[in-house]
C-alpha cells in the first residue's frame, strides 16, 4: 500500500487525519504544505488538489480531499480501526450527525474568531477590530454552549460512550481558539471533563500535531 498525507498542521483537519493515521498505526508518506507560504497556490499542488486546499490523500495514485470524506474511504479500505469510524449503521449514522453539523455549527465559528482575532493581523500586521473580535466571539460562544450542551451533555463522548473520529474532529476544531488567547475549556465544564479524555486516547500523536499550537498559545500567554 502506497498512502500520501498532503498537509499542515496549522490546519485542523490536518491535524486530524495526521492524528488519525498516526493513531492507526499506517505507514503512510509525509507531505508537508507550507500555507503561510501559499505552497497550496502553486500549479504543483494544483495538480494534486484543484480545491487548492488540505488535507489530501493519494492512495495508490487515488486522490480524495476534504477529512470527512478521507475518512469513510480510509474506513471502507480498512486503514483505520472499524471502532473510530464504526461499522453499524446506526452508530455510523450518529458519527456523520455530527461531521455534518460541525462544518458550520462548530467549525465556522470557531475558525472565523481565530481569523479575525488572531490570524488576520498577523498576516496583515495589523491591530484587531475590537466590534468585528466581539461579535465573532459571541457567534462561537453560541456554538460552543450547543456543543457543550446538546452533544457532550447526555454521553461521555460526542456521539456515546465510546470515542471515535467525531471526538477528534471537535477536539482539533476547538484547539483553534486557544492561539487567540480563547480556552473553551476554562468557561465549559462537559468541554472540560472530555477533552483531556480525548487528548489521551489519541497520544502521544495529539501533541505531536499541536506541538506549533502550543508553542504560539505559550508565547501569547507570556505576553499577557
Given at each position: 500500500m502506497s498512502l500520501k498525507l498532503y498537509y499542515d498542521?496549522?490546519?485542523?483537519?490536518?491535524?486530524?487525519?495526521?492524528?488519525?493515521?498516526?493513531?492507526?498505526?499506517?505507514?503512510?508518506?509525509s507531505k508537508l504544505?507550507?500555507?503561510?507560504?501559499g505552497?497550496?497556490?502553486?500549479?504543483?499542488?494544483?495538480?494534486?488538489?484543484?480545491?487548492?486546499?488540505?488535507?489530501?490523500?493519494?492512495?495508490?495514485?487515488?486522490?480524495?480531499?476534504?477529512?470527512?470524506?478521507i475518512v469513510k474511504y480510509l474506513s471502507r479500505e480498512n486503514i483505520i480501526p472499524r471502532i473510530l469510524y464504526p461499522e453499524d449503521s446506526k452508530s455510523q449514522a450518529r458519527v456523520d450527525e455530527y461531521l455534518e453539523w460541525q462544518h458550520i455549527g462548530l467549525r465556522l465559528h470557531c475558525s472565523m474568531f481565530f481569523r479575525v482575532a488572531y490570524l488576520n493581523p498577523v498576516f496583515f500586521d495589523t491591530t484587531p477590530d475590537p466590534k468585528?473580535?466581539?461579535?465573532?466571539?459571541?457567534?462561537?460562544?453560541?456554538?460552543?454552549?450547543?456543543?457543550?450542551?446538546?452533544?457532550?451533555?447526555h454521553n461521555e463522548f460526542v456521539t456515546g460512550n465510546t470515542i471515535n473520529v467525531a471526538d477528534l474532529f471537535a477536539a482539533v476544531e476547538l484547539e483553534q481558539p486557544r492561539m487567540a488567547g480563547f480556552d473553551p475549556a476554562e468557561k465549559y465544564p462537559n468541554i472540560a471533563t472530555w477533552w483531556p479524555k480525548v487528548?489521551?486516547?489519541?497520544?502521544?500523536?495529539?501533541?505531536?500535531?499541536?506541538?506549533?499550537?502550543?508553542?504560539?498559545?505559550?508565547?501569547?500567554?507570556?505576553?499577557?
Amino acid at each position: 500500500m502506497s498512502l500520501k498525507l498532503y498537509y499542515d498542521l496549522m490546519s485542523q483537519p490536518s491535524r486530524a487525519m495526521y492524528i488519525l493515521l498516526k493513531t492507526s498505526k499506517c505507514n503512510f508518506e509525509s507531505k508537508l504544505v507550507n500555507l503561510r507560504q501559499g505552497e497550496h497556490y502553486t500549479e504543483e499542488y494544483e495538480a494534486i488538489n484543484r480545491f487548492k486546499k488540505v488535507p489530501v490523500i493519494d492512495h495508490n495514485g487515488f486522490l480524495l480531499s476534504e477529512s470527512v470524506a478521507i475518512v469513510k474511504y480510509l474506513s471502507r479500505e480498512n486503514i483505520i480501526p472499524r471502532i473510530l469510524y464504526p461499522e453499524d449503521s446506526k452508530s455510523q449514522a450518529r458519527v456523520d450527525e455530527y461531521l455534518e453539523w460541525q462544518h458550520i455549527g462548530l467549525r465556522l465559528h470557531c475558525s472565523m474568531f481565530f481569523r479575525v482575532a488572531y490570524l488576520n493581523p498577523v498576516f496583515f500586521d495589523t491591530t484587531p477590530d475590537p466590534k468585528q473580535v466581539q461579535s465573532y466571539k459571541k457567534r462561537m460562544l453560541n456554538a460552543l454552549e450547543e456543543f457543550n450542551s446538546l452533544w457532550l451533555g447526555h454521553n461521555e463522548f460526542v456521539t456515546g460512550n465510546t470515542i471515535n473520529v467525531a471526538d477528534l474532529f471537535a477536539a482539533v476544531e476547538l484547539e483553534q481558539p486557544r492561539m487567540a488567547g480563547f480556552d473553551p475549556a476554562e468557561k465549559y465544564p462537559n468541554i472540560a471533563t472530555w477533552w483531556p479524555k480525548v487528548r489521551q486516547h489519541f497520544n502521544p500523536y495529539y501533541d505531536e500535531a499541536h506541538v506549533i499550537l502550543n508553542k504560539i498559545v505559550k508565547k501569547n500567554v507570556s505576553k499577557l
